[in-house]
């Protein structure tokens, strides 16, 4: 979507927009500034801070226009214009900072071609200069370029495609179209959380049900694909290992077998890959797991393995080897890709592991983003639950944001 953003206005068009971005939010900031309003900063393009002694007024003007802006502490008030900004919107904000609600007057031509940004960060040099992105800018135009794209592409609408695991559904349209829904789709991710009772409840419920599925205690879905739930585990348990005194165990086991996110979400985490061999048939091979858990035993941060694995067997040892592995000392990883052929059998929490993703995107129906990703939510055994992702700006815990009600009672923060 971003792409086909820039071929559609190409560079003047970008370019068109972002002046008008500018000269709003300067608009915006000297009819402030003319009501004796300061500002933290000089320079500014999009966005402006505010020091106002009357926070709480400001913000209850603005909330009764449904407008957001951002608290950063006790007396400052963030305001950023974007290209969805209109001018009906200028005066609403403005009118912020008045001491009645009356429209106020202003001039947006009076500040267009002088901008509030240091000289040095004028931008001289071409831009978008290859040609996909000075043709297509009329609606029909990039309607048969995005079509003439749609032709040379080997999808599901012409054929089966060899890719992995997410071919073995397919989303129906209907699960398609509450992305267009605007009440889904253009909620601020920072939007007070009072605001957001809907995604709450479906956020809520949503952990509840994975937790269900899973056989585990707790869940983030903050991953935004398998791979990335990969990480946010593997960082889950690292953060796990740190806790007890064990910073150094950072030897993850991977199969052969293994999808190749494993071992390079392993080696961004941190971590040293060890690879496992594998039988004639595709197994796990129990001996070399032995040897090597042994042999790693005093670094040995866990394993990471998928069931039914990459070569689609159910091995009858993936008991087994989550026990070895628990053994000596480490944590059993399961990529949940192949979720769907667990689903109402078994269970990861029933077979001994500790954490793992699932892709929405395939076990269930969520739309895919480009070429795979979609949404890889993670769960995880009690024990791994106060290190589950937090968010640094909310000063949120991983605990206090997803822990089910069982756990409270063990995590009292939460
Ligand atoms: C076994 C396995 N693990 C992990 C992944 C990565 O998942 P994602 O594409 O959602 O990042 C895939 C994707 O095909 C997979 O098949």
Redesign the pocket.
């Known amino acids: 979507m971003a792409a086909m953003y820039a071929v559609y206005h190409g560079p003047k068009g970008l370019k068109a927009i972002a002046e008008r971005i500018a000269v709003y939010a300067q608009t915006v900031a000297a009819e402030i500034e003319a009501r004796g309003f300061e500002l933290v900063s000089e320079y500014f393009f999009d966005t402006i801070v505010v020091k106002a002694a009357n926070v709480a007024t400001i913000r209850a003007k603005a909330e009764a226009q449904k407008i957001n802006f951002r608290y950063l502490g006790e007396d400052l008030v963030g305001i950023s214009i974007d290209e969805t900004i209109i001018v009906e919107d200028l005066f609403d904000i403005i009118n912020c900072f008045e001491n009645d609600t009356d429209p106020v007057a202003f001039d947006i031509n009076a500040d267009a071609g002088t901008y509030r940004l240091p000289e040095s960060l004028i931008r001289k040099s071409p831009y978008l200069t290859h040609a996909v992105f000075n043709t297509h800018h009329s609606e029909s135009q990039m309607m048969r370029y995005i079509k003439y794209l749609e032709n040379k592409d080997l999808s599901l609408n012409t054929s089966m495609i060899s ?4 071919t073995m559904k397919l989303n129906a349209a209907t699960q398609m179209i509450p992305l267009s829904w605007s009440h889904w789709a253009n909620i601020h991710p920072f939007v007070p959380v009072e605001q957001a009772g809907g995604y709450k409840e479906l956020v809520d419920n949503l952990s509840k049900y994975l937790c269900e599925i899973t056989a585990f205690d707790a869940c983030s879905l903050q991953p935004n ?6 990480y946010a585990g593997l960082l889950t348990i690292k953060a796990y290992h740190e806790a007890q005194g064990n910073p150094h165990r950072n030897v993850m086991l991977i199969p052969i077998s ?2 190749g ?2 071992p390079a979400s392993a080696v961004m985490a941190g971590m040293k890959v060890v690879v496992v061999k594998a039988l004639e048939n595709g197994y796990i091979d129990v001996e070399d797991l032995k040897a090597k858990a042994g042999q790693y035993a005093e670094n040995l941060a866990g394993i990471m393995i ?1 069931y039914p694995s ?1 070569y689609g067997v159910y091995e009858e040892t993936v008991k087994e080897i989550n026990q070895i592995v628990h053994d000596h000392g480490g944590q059993v990883y399961m ?1 949940g ?2 979720m769907n052929a667990q689903v109402g059998l078994t269970a990861p929490g029933l077979i001994g592991a500790d954490v793992c ?1 699932l ?1 929405l ?2 076990t269930f129906a969520i739309p895919h983003g480009g ?4 949404m ?1 939510p993670i769960c995880v055994k009690a024990h791994l639950a106060q290190y589950l992702p937090g968010h640094v700006f909310q000063g949120i815990t991983g605990c206090s944001m997803r822990c089910l009600q069982r756990l409270t009672a063990q995590h009292p923060s939460c």
């Open positions: 890719l992995g695991s997410c694909s398998g791979a990335q739930g990969e293994a999808h996110t494993n998928t990459t990529d890709a192949n993703h892709n995107h395939k070429g795979g990703p979609g890889g």
